[in-house]
């Protein structure tokens, strides 16, 4: 079965710090793997997806994940955090040849200090 | 994107009742998925909903439990049936988006039971 691993629960820092959040998956086959975000009283809303094609995928607000096949990896990352990236990650991913059914992992709680 | 409502946004409900939980989408869609996020856990699907046939459950959620209705392809209700504290949660509804691995999620509804 396919899961997701998020390493970090809560992760803190403070503005223009630099930010990697981890994702590992598992499922050998063709995977579209996503990020979620929800803010402070906000709706999930989705950051970047990638399904094929160059693995740097670019999202809003400054965001960008690398999918590493070999590691089966898709990290999230940002050169320099604002106050308003506090919010929570989720790291996500579908296996196309088996269902539709995306997979979560279980959130990175992210707060940065002003 | 498609915008989701849904009622009550949350709800503090005696052991043994049920909750009915309604999902309305400002445009027509063919998909419909109801979610559940436990403290500290990711989200976990309960089942699809396709207008005008029966909901597809996952393993470990059963039609007796969560009954779910797809009446049209703007609205949904999921109702938790029998409740112990244990389905206290978030309950999420999602739609599918342009792509079609993509999903557009409501607000969540805050359920406690005690």
């Known amino acids: 079965a396919q899961s997701v691993s998020q390493h970090n629960h809560h992760v803190i820092l403070s503005e223009a710090a630099s930010l990697e959040l981890g994702c590992n998956y598992s499922y050998g086959g063709t995977v579209n793997l996503f990020w979620y975000v929800q803010y402070p009283g906000q709706h999930l809303q989705l950051l970047l997806k990638y399904f094929s094609g160059d693995p740097l995928v670019k999202g809003i607000k400054g965001f960008e994940a690398e999918f590493i096949k070999s590691k089966f990896s898709f990290n999230l990352r940002k050169p320099s955090v604002q106050w308003s990236d506090t919010a929570e990650y989720f790291c996500a991913v579908n296996a196309p040849g088996r269902d539709d059914k995306i997979i979560f992992g279980k959130g990175t709680r992210l707060h940065i200090l002003p | ?114």
């Open chain 2, 1 to 114: 994107s498609a915008v989701i409502s849904q009622k009550p946004s949350r709800d503090i409900c005696q052991r043994g009742t049920s909750l009915t939980i309604q999902c309305q989408v400002d445009s027509q869609v063919t998909m419909m998925f109801w979610y559940r996020q436990q403290p500290g856990q990711s989200l976990t699907l309960i089942a699809t909903a396709n207008q005008g046939s029966e909901a597809t459950y996952e393993s470990g959620f059963v039609i007796d439990k969560f009954p779910i209705s797809r009446p049209n392809l703007t609205f949904s209700t999921l109702t938790v049936s029998n409740m112990s504290p244990e389905d206290s949660s978030i309950y999420l509804c999602s739609v599918e988006g342009r792509g079609r691995y993509e999903q557009y999620f409501g607000p969540g509804t805050r359920l406690t039971v005690t």
